[in-house]
C-alpha cells in the first residue's frame, strides 16, 4: 500500500492550479468530488513560483492548496518541483545549463534543461526538497512525494567530463584496466593521462547521434549519465527520507525509455511510477510489456500508473481521441498488470503553451457536461466500489523474459552487423508470443533470481555480464529451461568480444558454437524447416534479419535452414543440460513460429494459458490472500465469446455471475473471482 490514507485504488492526476486564478480552485475540486478523484500530483513544475531567487521561498500558496486538497478528501502526491530550473537560476549560474550532442551551450527554456553535473543544480535541488519535506512534514494531505519529472537527456558540458573522469576512476582503478576495457590501442587512442579523455559525442568519436568509432566510451558514457541523473534523485530521495522516513518517494519513469537503466534506478526508489502515452494504433501487447517491465523493476511489486491521457495527446504527429470505453479499457489494463494507481495528465486542461491540447478530465468547456468528463467520473465510480479490494495483488509468473539496458545500448551502438536490428522489437516478438495465448511472464533484469521460474528466454542476449552466464548455467542444471537467439554471447560488459567462437560463455550451456553471421537485406528472407516433431509446430516458418551459421557441439538439432549455401545447418537447437535444457533459436523467426513454439515450451512447463479466448481479448490475473482476480478485456471494436468453462464466476464491475460461452462487448472489462 503507497500510503494507509489510501484505502483503494487511487484515482487522479497532475494538478497545476499555480497556472491558475484562485477562484477557479473551488471549482475544481466540486469537479473533483464528481468525478471521485482522490489523489492529485502537485507542484511538478513549480519551482520558478515558489522560489523567485536564491535566498526567498513562497510556499503560501502551496500551504492553502494543501489544506484545500486535504478538506476535500483529495491526497497530495507532493512534487519537489525541480524538473525545470527557474530562469533566475540560469542566468545567474550557467553551470546549470546543458550542452547538446553537437557541443552548442543551451540557453534557458524548455524543460529538463539542467545539467545533472552542476553544483548549483544540485546544492538548490537538495535544498528545496529539503524545505519542502520540512514544511510539510506532518501535513494530512501529504501521501507520496513526487521527485522531478520524468528524467531524460544527455549533457556534454566540461564539468560532465570531468565528473566521466572521476566516474572512469572509480570503475576502473587505473589507466591500464580502462585502456585494456576500450581497447584503445585501436586507432591509436592509448591514453596516457586521464585528462587525455574527453566526452564521445559528434565533436569527438561520433559519426552519428547512434554510431561511434568506440563503443566501450559511449556505452560507458551512457552509464555515468544515467547514474549523473540518478544521483540527482538520490539526493532530493535523502533529504526527504531524513525528514519524513515514513512516506514513499517515488519519480516517474517512460516504460521503454532508452536513456536510463531503471533496473538500477529502482533500486533507489520506494515505488515504481510511470507514464503510459501509447499511440491510437500502437499495439496492445507493446503497451502490455511495458507495464510489466514496470511491474519486473521491483520483482513484482505493485506500481504507480502515473500518467495517462483521459482523452487526447498533444505531442504526437496525430493526437487521435480516446474513442469512448477505452480511456476505461486502458487503465484496467495497467491495474490488471500491477498498477495501484489510474492517474493521469492532467486534471485540468491548460490554458496555454505546448500542452494546451493535451487531454484533461476538465476540458476547456470548464464543466462536468462532455463526454470525457462522464467517463472519468464512471470510472471513479467502478473504483470506489471496488475499495481495497485489489489493493497489494500481485501478478504471479513462471516465465521470464531477460531485459538489460545496457545490452540494448550496446547492441545500437555497435557497427554491425545489420542496422535493422533493434533490441525492443526482438523483445517485443517474444513478449508477443506470451501476450497472444494469455500466459502471464515477467520482464526481470539480470540481477532478478531465477529460481522462482520455470522457463527464461533472454532475446539477443548480446552482451553476458560477469557471472551471469554461471547464474544461468545453475539455473538450468537444477531443472530450469532457457532459451536465446541469434547474436548472443557475443561480448562481455565493456563490449568486448569473447574469443574462442560465439556464444562465448554460453557455448557449452547451450553446446553449439557459431562460425558466421549472415545479415539479410529487407526483401529477403530464409526458412526455419523443422528436423524434430515439436507439437503444435509447422513443417517451415519463414526466418530473416540475421542467420547465425552455427555447429551442434552436443545439442539436438531441432531444426535447420531451408535456403541459401547454409541450407541443411542448424537453426534451432536444444542442449540437455543437468536436469534442464538450453535452447537456441538463430535467426528472427516470424511471429507465427514464436507463438506455436513459446507455447509448446510453456506446455512442456506446465505452464498454462489463463484463459483460451480470440484475438483481441488480453487476460491476465493478479492474487492475493488465496484469492484470484482474472481480467479479461476486449480491446476489439466488435463482442467477442470467451469460453469460461462450467463453473460460475462474479464479475466485480457489474455483480453479475458469468459462466460458459459469454459475451463480452467491445471495448469492455470483466474483474472475475474465483480460480479458472
Not at 240 to 268: E, H
Not at 406 to 425: F, Q, R, T
Request: proline share 5%; hydrophobic share 35%; with cysteine.
Amino acid at each position: 500500500m503507497i500510503h494507509p490514507r489510501m484505502t483503494k485504488i487511487a484515482y487522479g492526476g497532475d494538478y497545476n492550479p499555480d497556472q491558475w486564478p484562485r477562484d477557479i480552485w473551488d471549482e475544481d475540486m466540486r469537479l473533483f468530488r464528481l468525478a471521485g478523484i482522490d489523489i492529485a500530483t502537485i507542484g511538478v513544475f513549480s519551482w520558478a513560483r515558489t522560489q523567485p531567487d536564491e535566498t526567498t521561498y513562497r510556499f503560501e500558496w502551496l500551504d492553502e492548496l494543501m489544506d484545500l486538497l486535504n478538506e476535500c478528501g483529495v491526497s497530495a502526491c507532493l512534487a519537489t518541483g525541480t524538473a525545470a530550473v527557474p530562469p533566475w537560476m540560469a542566468k545567474r549560474y550557467p553551470d546549470v545549463l546543458r550542452v547538446d550532442f553537437e557541443g552548442r551551450k543551451r540557453k534557458f527554456g524548455a524543460r529538463h534543461n539542467f545539467c545533472p553535473n552542476s553544483p548549483t543544480f544540485r546544492h538548490y535541488s537538495r535544498r528545496m526538497a529539503r524545505k519542502l519535506a520540512e514544511r510539510y512534514r506532518n501535513h494530512p494531505a501529504l501521501t507520496v512525494w513526487h521527485v522531478n519529472n520524468e528524467y531524460g537527456g544527455h549533457c556534454y558540458c566540461e564539468q560532465c567530463e570531468k565528473a566521466f573522469r572521476v566516474w572512469l576512476k572509480r570503475r576502473y582503478g587505473t589507466l591500464d584496466a580502462l585502456n585494456r576495457a576500450w581497447n584503445t590501442s585501436f586507432w591509436g587512442h592509448t591514453f596516457y593521462d586521464w585528462d587525455e579523455i574527453v566526452v564521445p559525442n559528434i565533436l569527438s568519436e561520433h559519426m552519428s547521434r547512434e554510431k561511434t568509432a568506440f563503443q566501450g566510451i559511449t556505452l560507458d558514457y551512457y552509464r555515468f549519465q544515467s547514474d549523473s541523473l540518478l544521483e540527482c534523485f538520490q539526493a532530493e530521495y535523502e533529504e526527504i527520507k531524513a525528514v519524513t522516513p515514513d512516506i514513499m518517494v517515488t519519480t516517474n519513469l517512460m516504460g521503454t525509455f532508452k536513456g536510463l537503466d531503471y533496473f538500477k534506478w529502482a533500486k533507489s526508489m520506494d515505488i515504481v511510477s510511470w507514464d503510459n502515452y501509447p499511440r491510437y494504433n500502437t499495439p496492445m501487447s507493446e503497451v502490455a510489456m511495458r507495464h510489466d517491465l514496470m511491474r519486473g523493476l521491483k520483482e513484482g511489486l505493485p506500481f504507480m500508473l502515473m500518467e495517462q491521457t483521459p482523452s487526447q495527446q498533444n505531442w504526437q504527429p496525430y493526437n487521435s481521441l480516446k474513442r469512448p470505453g477505452v480511456m476505461r479499457l486502458w487503465s484496467y489494463q495497467a491495474v490488471a498488470r500491477g498498477a495501484d494507481t489510474v492517474m493521469f495528465f492532467q486534471l485540468r486542461r491548460s490554458v496555454g503553451a505546448c500542452e494546451k491540447y493535451h487531454g484533461a478530465v476538465i476540458e476547456h468547456a470548464g464543466h462536468e457536461h462532455t463526454r470525457v468528463f462522464r467517463e472519468c467520473a464512471e470510472l471513479g465510480r467502478e473504483l470506489a466500489k471496488l475499495g481495497d479490494t485489489l489493493l497489494g495483488s500481485r501478478v504471479r509468473a513462471k516465465a521470464a523474459l531477460v531485459f538489460d539496458w545496457d545490452n540494448w545500448w550496446a547492441i545500437e551502438m555497435s557497427s554491425g552487423p545489420s542496422v535493422d536490428l533493434k533490441y525492443l522489437n526482438e523483445m517485443l516478438k517474444y513478449y508477443e508470443a506470451f501476450y497472444s495465448r494469455n500466459i502471464p511472464v515477467d520482464l526481470i533484469g539480470v540481477d532478478t533470481p531465477l529460481d522462482r521460474y520455470d522457463l527464461v528466454i533472454a532475446p539477443v542476449l548480446y552482451m553476458v555480464k560477469p557471472g551471469y552466464a554461471d547464474r544461468l548455467k545453475a539455473f538450468v542444471r537444477e531443472g530450469g529451461t532457457f532459451l536465446t537467439t541469434f547474436f548472443s554471447g557475443i561480448v562481455n560488459e565493456n563490449d568486448l568480444v569473447t574469443l574462442g567462437g560465439y556464444p562465448g560463455e554460453l557455448r557449452d550451456l547451450l553446446g553449439i558454437w557459431a562460425e558466421e553471421i549472415d545479415a539479410l537485406f529487407p526483401d529477403m528472407s530464409n526458412r526455419i524447416v523443422m528436423k524434430a516433431s515439436l507439437e503444435g509446430m509447422k513443417e517451415a516458418y519463414q526466418c530473416g534479419l540475421l542467420c547465425d551459421l552455427i555447429h551442434a557441439e552436443g545439442a539436438e538439432v531441432i531444426a535447420e535452414y531451408g535456403e541459401d549455401f547454409y541450407k541443411g545447418m542448424p537453426a534451432v537447437t536444444r542442449n540437455r543440460y543437468g536436469k534442464g535444457e538450453a535452447w537456441y533459436v538463430a535467426s528472427s523467426p516470424e511471429k507465427a513460429f514464436l507463438r506455436d513454439f513459446v507455447q509448446g515450451l510453456c506446455r512442456t512447463r506446465g505452464i498454462r494459458p489463463i484463459l483460451e479466448t480470440p484475438e483481441g481479448v488480453e487476460v491476465t490475473r493478479r492474487e492475493k490472500n488465496g484469492q484470484a482476480f482474472t481480467f479479461v478485456m476486449n480491446h476489439n471494436d466488435t463482442p467477442q465469446t470467451v469460453d469460461l468453462g462450467s463453473s460460475s464466476y462474479r464479475n466485480l464491475l457489474d455483480d453479475n455471475d458469468y459462466s460458459g460461452r459469454t459475451e463480452i462487448g467491445p471495448k469492455d472489462v470483466w474483474i472475475l473471482t474465483g480460480r479458472i
